[in-house]
C-alpha cells in the first residue's frame, strides 16, 4: 500500500501531521508512506522512520506558476492508493487533483467534494479533559482507513540521531545547574509577547531560580532580542549561556538537552513537547489554545482569556491582537509560572 501525506507548513503542523504516518505504519508496517512538506521544514522530519520519502514542496512555487506545473504534471506520474491532504491549501488541493489515487482524504470544504473522494469535517469544539484539537482532527482524517477501533497514537515525536545526540550532550557537559530554553521571540510581531513583559519574566525567574537561560530566536529577529537584552538586569544576563541554535535542526538537538520551554507559544514549544520537555506556552490572542495545548503540570498555556472576560473572539485585526497583547501582564500568570518552574528544582 502507497500512502502520500501532504502538509507543507508551518512547522507546529508538520510536527503534528507525522502522527498520520506513524499510526499508518502501526496499522499496515508494509506500507510505504511519502510526505510532501516545505523545505524550510524538513528537519522536523528528518530521521523519521515512518517516513519513506519526503517530496520537497518549494516555497517559490506560490509565485512560479512554471515551476508549479512541472511539480504537478510529476506528481501526475505517480501512483498512490491513499492520499491524506491535511494541509487543506490552494497548493495541496491541486497537488491531490494531480495526483492519481483510489481515495483521496482531506478536510471538508464547499469544494471539497470535487478533490476528494472522502471529506472530513473538523471538529471545532473541545470537550473536557480531551486531546487538543490539531492531533484529534488528524485523527479523524485516518478514520475513513484505520476506522474507528484502534489504539491510536496521539503524541508526535522527533528522532534524534545517536552522533547529533553525543555532540549536543558535550556543549552542557560542565553545566551542573538546570537549563530552561526561552522562545523569545514568535514567527510574527503578532506572535511575540511584549518584550518588556517578557524581560520581566526573565528578571523573575534568574532571581528567584537558580536556572540557566538559553534564548531562541532567529537570525533575521537578531536586532529584536538584543532589544530585550537591553531590558533585562545584570543577573538575568549572567544567567544566559553562549549557546544560540544556529538552524531548527541545531535548535531541536540543543532543546533536547534542556530541562524546560518557556516562552511565545509555536514551532518552538511543540518541538519541545515532541521531546518530552516541559512546557509554558504565552499564546498570542489570535490563537485558541485548545487547538495547541493538554493542559497539565508539564504542560501549561496562558492566554489573555483567562484574566480578561472582556476577550470574546480569536478573528481580530493587528492592531486588535497588539492591544490584548499589552493587556496580557506578566503579573497576570506570575503564580502559575511560579508553581511550573517550583516542579523543574
Known sequence: MKVLVIQQKMIGDVLISSILCENIKKWNSSSRIDFIANRKTL????NNPNINKVVVFEDYFKKDKISLFKFLINQQNKKYDIIIDAYGKTESILTCFFTPAKIKI??????????YTKSISRIKTRTKNDLQLTIINRIELLKPIIGEKFDYIIKPKIYIGKKEKKLSSEKFMNIKLPIVMISLIGSSKLKTYPLNEMSELLNYITKNYQFKLILNYMKEQENEAKSLINLINSQTKNSILDITPNNLRDYICIVSQCNAIIGNEGGAINIAKALNLPSFSIFSPQIDPSG???PS????????????????????S???????????????????LTSFLNQLE
Open 106 to 115: 482531506g478536510f471538508k470544504k464547499w469544494y471539497s467534494k470535487w478533490f
Open 292 to 294: 495547541w495545548i493538554n
Open 318 to 336: 493587528k492592531r486588535e491582537i497588539l492591544k490584548w497583547y499589552k493587556r496580557l501582564k506578566f503579573e497576570y500568570f506570575k503564580d502559575e
Open 43 to 46: 528537519p522536523i522530519l528528518q
Open 297 to 316: 503540570s508539564n504542560e501549561v498555556g496562558v492566554h489573555i482569556m483567562n484574566y480578561e472576560k472582556s476577550f470574546r473572539n480569536f478573528k481580530l
